[in-house]
């Protein structure tokens, strides 16, 4: 498990290249969420992004994880092997296979998994697409966890297969949002509303004159326009 | 098995509503079952701009012409050719160009499957 990184990024994918479900879980969860996901969805192995996030390297130590080197993703842990699961029927069209089980929080009742196949992630993907019309010259502020629907199928996704580059963070900063726009060429980023007034909060206490209020109307925002 | 996409629905009989996010069937048809905020872009892409009931077959209205054939991961590739050099991911102090994202995936992608990691099995990370 991991908060948004290049390595879960790669894991992502390199689980979509062998007809695998790849689960998504942020280990901002509690640890009961975490077992919830594990055991409901009968996973056969966890790879915890221990380099990247010390919250993964606590669940990682919780779960008796052992470290393991893969290339450039670096030094991730990878739990014992679920011998006892049973894997789903991989379907003759990739396109109804299943590519992600992305799962609700858990925190009104038990976390409920989500199927959704690999058209239904590409949809998105092109649907995004189509709406914001970004060019390979853009880069996206991608802040929202991979965890979530948008992260995966919109952020991620809907990038690479639109040529884009996605600048990942694993955490939301004001400060470091303004810093990435004005120092690496971010130009359009997702957020929800909260993000929006965490960011005018910062420009009222940084003293900023740029980053005008209607930033917060879209939730998608062309960055350029406002910084 | 009911999926949800945004405020969409996917019943398993391969129908979706639409509400302020588009719900579609792994058939590539989309149903209308109540009127919701929808992009201009979409209503004019349909051509059925006062219609707020009813469906349609997207791929005949191209909604569906530029989604790759093949999955996320083995698409990768074909972007990378065009677009070797551009970048693909950025983060953690590194940057991945899409063709350097190829051969990372390709390379983690075996090495799962060496820790025992099967088609159809699932993966948590």
């Not at chain 1, 990739?94 to 590519?99: C, E, F, I, L, T």
Request: charge should be neutral.
């Amino acid at each position: 498990m991991s908060e948004n990184s290049l390595p879960l990024a790669a894991l992502v994918l390199a689980i979509s290249a062998l007809d695998a479900w790849s689960v998504v879980v942020n280990p901002r969860l509690s640890e009961r969420e975490i077992d919830q996901i594990r055991d409901h969805c009968g996973a056969r192995l966890l790879y915890y992004t221990v380099e990247v996030s010390d919250l993964a390297a606590a669940h990682a130590r919780r779960h008796e994880a052992r470290e393991v080197e893969i290339g450039p993703l670096g030094t991730l842990a990878l739990s014992p092997l679920n011998e006892a699961t049973l894997a789903e029927v991989v379907e003759e069209d990739g396109a109804r296979q299943v590519a992600a089980l992305l799962y609700t929080s858990g925190t009104t009742g038990n976390p409920k998994g989500v199927m959704l196949s690999h058209r239904n992630i590409l949809f998105n993907a092109s649907i995004s697409r189509t709406l914001r019309k970004p060019t390979p010259e853009d880069i996206i502020y991608g802040v929202l966890p991979m965890s979530h629907i948008v992260g995966f199928s919109i952020i991620l996704a809907g990038t690479l297969i639109g040529g884009s580059a996605v600048h990942i963070v694993p955490k939301y900063e004001p400060a470091a949002l303004v810093n990435a726009v004005r120092d690496r060429g971010i130009s359009l980023m997702f957020g929800v509303p909260t993000t929006y007034q965490r960011l005018l909060e910062y420009k009222a206490t940084a003293g900023l004159n740029a980053c005008p209020a209607d930033a917060c109307a879209a939730f998608t925002s062309p960055v350029r326009r406002w910084i | 098995m009911l999926s949800k996409l945004g405020r969409g629905v996917v019943d398993d009989a391969g129908e979706g509503t639409v509400g302020p996010y588009l719900a579609v069937a792994n058939q590539g048809r989309l149903v209308w079952r109540a009127p919701g905020p929808r992009s201009e872009d979409l209503i004019q892409a349909v051509r059925e701009p006062g219609r707020i009931s009813g469906s349609l077959d997207l791929r005949s209205h191209g909604f569906l012409r530029s989604l790759p054939a093949a999955p996320p991961g083995s698409g990768l590739p074909t972007v990378g050719q065009e677009r070797a050099k551009q970048p693909a991911l950025i983060g953690d102090g590194k940057v991945w160009t899409y063709g350097t994202l190829a051969g990372i995936v390709d390379d983690a992608a075996a090495e799962l499957r060496k820790h025992g990691v099967r088609p159809g099995d699932r993966v948590m990370s």
